[in-house]
C-alpha cells in the first residue's frame, strides 16, 4: 500500500486522574542507569537507593501532585478534546490504562493486528 492508504488508529488509554497521580508521583529513577522504582508498586529494598548499585534514586521536580494537577488540567482541556474528535472519525481505540501494564501491553497489540 501506499504511505496515503494506509489504515490510522489512535490508541488512547483511560485511567483516572487520581490514580495517574499516585503513579507518577511515586516514581523514582536511578538516573546512570535508568532503572526505575516506585514508592508502592515497586519500592527499592533499601529506601531511595538503587537495589544494584546501592547509589542515591532520584526525583524528578516535576513528579509532585502539584505540577500533575496543572498537567491534567492542560490534557482536559486541550487534548481530550481529540479523543471524540478522532472518535468520531472512527479511529479510536480505547484501552483500559487501569489494569496491569502486561494486560494493557496485550490490548494496545490486539489493535495493531486490526
Request: no cysteine.
Amino acid at each position: 500500500k501506499q504511505w496515503y492508504q494506509r489504515r490510522v488508529a489512535i490508541t488512547a488509554g483511560k485511567v483516572k486522574d487520581d490514580i495517574l497521580v499516585e503513579r507518577i508521583s511515586g516514581r523514582m529513577i536511578h538516573q546512570s542507569s535508568g532503572r526505575t522504582y516506585h514508592e508502592v508498586f515497586a519500592p527499592p529494598k533499601v529506601e531511595m537507593t538503587d537495589d544494584v548499585t546501592g547509589e542515591p534514586l532520584m526525583k524528578r521536580p516535576d513528579d509532585n501532585p502539584t505540577v500533575l494537577s496543572r498537567r491534567l488540567d492542560i490534557y482536559h482541556e486541550q487534548t481530550a478534546p481529540l479523543i471524540s474528535f478522532y472518535e468520531k472519525k472512527g479511529i479510536l481505540r480505547s484501552v483500559d490504562a487501569m489494569q496491569s501494564p502486561e494486560k494493557v501491553f496485550e490490548d494496545i497489540s490486539v489493535h495493531f493486528k486490526q
